[in-house]
């Protein structure tokens, strides 16, 4: 068996969890630059006039008049308490795969001997006991059925959050329960397949012949027609999985024209990267910049260029990276436009013990133990502790940073953010 556990409104309960002074009220939290509600709790969802997706400034005025509180994203703490959430899930199994930020399933196998219903509500409670973030537990045979167990045990209210599908009739009345679009993995296009033929329930779905499942629907189709019959067709990775690329790229704060300026917002993003190479122990062989205005503009001349770098040797040293992102931008970067984004990618990816050396050329790397000591305070001390000063200080970069009026403390990873009571 698998269990599917899913925390509530995820962003939101980071941010109540904070401010009990915020409990039964509406929240929302807003994408990067405050462009559009990315989050909504329950309260604020049951204001269904509140639409998703809408740029925010359009609907400022009726988050205001709903009393409605809102919050800039904070990845920071997110992150930091989604850590501390799938740490507890590890002490209930040796196998859990961290699907995203708020979703992992947790391998039961073998477990089967235990009453279930009591050990998804053991998850469940301690979770919450031990972060404070609410979750729902879905138990199931196969990883889509556990998905579906875990919608089930939201939506159903006399299930509390932990539903086990642990007969053939619980399986063939959730399935009955389900509607396509519901399916986990089945795509927009594939639904309006469905329906043409008649299939609107997940459980329709399985009644079609497997042959017209993996003509029209190809072998994902199949796969998913097989996992809600039961049969268990995927993989279990608990493994993260090394990137093959990684790159950043955020709009500013505003548009910026100045070459320095832009230099400084590429320095930092690539020592953002950098770090994550570092933290998978690998180099990179190419280093691409790329840098655009804002095509949405109706008013501004459009310009967009990249530039990809072949490095003399791969490498995961920030200040070699910066000094090479530099020059990528000083080719790409014409005077006279009002630039929205920078972005970088590091290619080519390899693992650092087999670096090819350059005969003909010497590397500017520093002494890797130097990068390390870099590292190690900076994990020690917070983010930026020590830094390239090409990337700007705390004080420059408000020129690029993105824009977050109303975002919350970091509470949990940073010292002078930490929570304050009885002031
Ligand atoms: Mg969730």
């Known amino acids: 068996?698998?269990?599917?556990?899913?925390?509530?409104?995820?962003?939101?309960?980071?941010?109540?969890?904070?401010?009990?002074?915020?409990?039964?009220?509406?929240?929302?939290?807003?994408?990067?630059?405050?462009?559009?509600?990315?989050?909504?709790?329950?309260?604020?969802?049951?204001?269904?006039?509140?639409?998703?997706?809408?740029p925010f400034f359009k609907i400022k005025k009726l988050l205001?008049?709903?009393?409605?509180?809102?919050?800039?994203?904070?990845?920071?703490l997110y992150g930091n308490l989604s850590d501390r959430v799938m740490n507890v899930l590890?002490?209930?199994?040796?196998?859990?795969?961290?699907?995203?930020?708020?979703?992992?399933?947790?391998?039961?196998?073998?477990?089967?001997?235990?009453?279930?219903?009591?050990?998804?509500?053991?998850?469940?409670?301690?979770v919450v006991r031990h972060t404070g973030i609410p979750v729902g537990v879905g138990i199931a045979p196969t990883k889509v059925l556990a998905k579906l167990a875990n919608r089930i045990s939201k939506k159903i209210p006399h299930h509390h959050h932990v539903f086990v599908m642990d007969t053939e009739q619980k399986r063939i009345d959730s399935l009955k329960w389900a509607v396509t679009k519901d399916i986990w993995g089945l795509g927009k296009k594939h639904v309006a397949r469905l329906a043409a033929v008649g299939a609107f329930t997940a459980y329709d779905f399985?009644?079609?012949?497997?042959?017209?499942?993996?003509?029209?629907?190809?072998?994902?189709?199949?796969?998913?027609?097989?996992?809600?019959?039961?049969?268990?067709?995927?993989?279990?990775?608990?493994?993260?999985?090394?990137?093959?690329?990684?790159?950043?790229?955020?709009?500013?704060?505003?548009?910026?024209?100045?070459?320095?300026?832009?230099?400084e917002a590429c320095a930092y993003y690539i020592s953002e990267v950098s770090e994550v190479l570092r933290a998978q122990k690998c180099c990179c062989t190419y280093l691409q910049v790329y840098l655009t205005t804002n095509y949405h503009s109706a008013y501004d001349t459009q310009y967009r260029n990249s530039k990809t770098i072949t490095l003399d040797v791969a490498t995961n040293d920030t200040?070699?990276?910066?000094?090479?992102?530099?020059?990528?931008?000083?080719?790409?970067?014409?005077?006279?436009?009002?630039?929205?984004?920078?972005?970088?990618?590091?290619?080519?990816?390899?693992p650092e013990n087999h670096?090819?050396?350059?005969?003909?050329k010497e590397t500017d790397h520093l002494d890797p133990r130097l990068i390390k000591t870099?590292?190690?305070?900076?994990?020690?001390?917070?983010?930026?502790?020590?830094?390239?000063?090409?990337?700007?200080?705390?004080?420059?970069?408000?020129?690029?940073e993105l824009i977050k009026e109303e975002r919350s403390p970091r509470y949990t990873t940073q010292w002078s953010e930490l929570l304050e009571i009885g002031k």
């Open 64 to 76: 205001a008049s709903n009393e409605v509180t809102l919050f800039s994203s904070n990845y920071t």
């Open 90 to 126: 590890r002490t209930f199994s040796p196998d859990v795969e961290v699907y995203s930020i708020d979703e992992s399933f947790v391998n039961l196998k073998g477990m089967e001997y235990l009453d279930l219903q009591e050990y998804g509500e053991q998850i469940k409670n301690k």
């Open 355 to 360: 670096i090819q050396g350059n005969l003909f």
């Open 1 to 54: 068996m698998i269990a599917m556990v899913d925390c509530n409104s995820f962003y939101v309960s980071c941010e109540q969890l904070f401010r009990p002074d915020l409990k039964g009220r509406a929240v929302v939290v807003l994408s990067n630059n405050d462009g559009c509600i990315i989050a909504k709790n329950k309260e604020a969802k049951a204001l269904t006039h509140i639409p998703y997706g809408e």
């Open 206 to 263: 399985t009644q079609l012949p497997l042959a017209w499942v993996r003509k029209e629907m190809t072998v994902v189709g199949e796969r998913l027609w097989r996992e809600l019959k039961g049969e268990s067709c995927m993989t279990f990775n608990t493994l993260p999985r090394n990137k093959k690329a990684i790159g950043t790229a955020k709009s500013f704060g505003k548009k910026l024209s100045d070459l320095a300026t832009i230099e």
């Open 374 to 400: 870099f590292d190690a305070i900076n994990n020690r001390y917070g983010k930026s502790t020590v830094s390239s000063g090409l990337s700007g200080t705390k004080k420059s970069n408000k020129q690029w």
């Open 319 to 350: 200040f070699s990276l910066i000094k090479q992102g530099k020059r990528a931008l000083q080719l790409i970067y014409k005077k006279g436009y009002r630039y929205k984004k920078v972005g970088v990618n590091l290619l080519g990816l390899i």
